[in-house]
């Protein structure tokens, strides 16, 4: 069992850990594959999410709204479509509109009362600040993907994060969704994580890249987490 009496910070992924973002992948896709004649399981779809973005987010930094068109975009050649300008439009435009997950924001409050609270997500600045009006608490701050010129699991995001913060990493502890993306990169650094393992069509992955890795505590709501941390 985690010592949590040894952080003084959490940092949290954003987009599938405080906000229910395969429900908002899935309002903004299927419209679009329903209007193109094609349709898929959810777990598929999902499947296909996460291949593409990870792709378009390799490389050279871009911004994610760029990402998001390219999802799209690849989304029409895998398929033998051809997306419309409005629906490359739509995916990036859609994640303002994104809702945090009905447990999200009574146990960011109650951490809170503990903790600094930090996100570290893969975003551009803007979309950030659309989405943090809906989580219910001041953030001692965040690195988004913009600000770091680069994408976790890059470790850059996690050092800047740390150094914005002013603490060591073993005062830190990272809580994601994504195995890949999160749990792996802050091991790597020596910052012990919570893997939130929520309910999704696709287990274990969801809308994430599926990867192999141990975090120090695997919980399936951030309900779960502030009952055993704060």
């Keep these: 069992m985690l010592d949590f009496s040894r952080f003084q910070a959490l940092t949290f992924d954003c987009y599938g850990t405080l906000i229910d973002w395969e429900s908002g992948i899935f309002a903004a896709m299927k419209p679009i ?5 094609k349709s898929m ?5 999902l499947e296909l999410y996460a291949e593409f973005e990870v792709a378009a987010e390799e490389g050279e930094y871009r911004p994610y709204r760029e990402v998001l068109r390219s999802v799209v975009q690849e989304f029409g050649k895998r398929l033998h479509f051809t997306p419309t300008e409005n629906e490359m439009r739509s ?7 994104w809702k945090p997950f009905p447990d999200t ?3 960011l409050q109650k951490l809170a009362t503990r903790y600094r609270l930090f996100v570290i997500s893969n975003i551009d600045d803007d979309m950030f600040a659309a989405t943090r009006k809906h989580l219910g608490v001041s953030f001692a701050g965040a690195v988004t993907a913009q600000q770091a010129r680069s994408y976790k699991p890059s470790h850059n995001n996690f050092r800047l994060a740390l150094q914005r913060l002013g603490l060591r990493n073993d005062e830190v502890l990272h809580v994601g969704q994504s195995i890949y993306h999160d749990v792996i ?7 012990a994580t919570v893997w939130v393992n929520r309910p999704s069509p696709r287990p274990n992955a969801g809308a994430a890249r599926a990867a192999k890795g141990k975090p120090d505590l695997e919980v399936n709501s951030l309900a779960g987490l502030a ?3 704060a």
């Design 33 to 37: 594959l329903d209007a193109h004649g």
């Design 41 to 45: 399981s959810d777990s598929q779809l």
């Design 91 to 97: 995916l990036p435009n859609s994640v303002a509109s």
């Design 105 to 107: 924001i009574s146990a």
């Design 185 to 191: 990169p802050a091991q790597s650094l020596r910052i």
């Design 227 to 229: 009952e055993l941390a």
